[in-house]
């Protein structure tokens, strides 16, 4: 929320500096340099809003599909016989990868 403001308000502040630009000189070469700096930064922030928004998407696709693959081996494992013996196999490498906290 506070990053599309951010971005708006230094792009809105660096075409007002263009826009009012002053007869060449020291002062206008630094109103050029401010409003451009202002207009760089503006495109830096829309860049990490688009970035971060591509990057949301592209984990929640890879979720969604690890969840897909994950949840086909479940179905296709529970119908195989397994022995009791494997079984508590399972249970303890799974007690001691995930240990519980004491209550």
Known sequence: ??????CAASF???VALL???VAPG???WLQLGAGASCCLIAGWIASAIWSRSYWNRSMAR???TWRRITDALFAWVEELPVSTEALNQLKVSL???VPTEPA
Do not use: F, K, S
């Open 62 to 64: 890879q979720v969604a």
């Open 12 to 14: 809105g502040l660096g």
């Open 19 to 21: 826009d009012r630009l």
């Open 1 to 6: 929320m506070l990053l599309p403001i951010g």
């Open 95 to 97: 007690e001691e990868a």
């Open 26 to 28: 020291w002062l206008g």
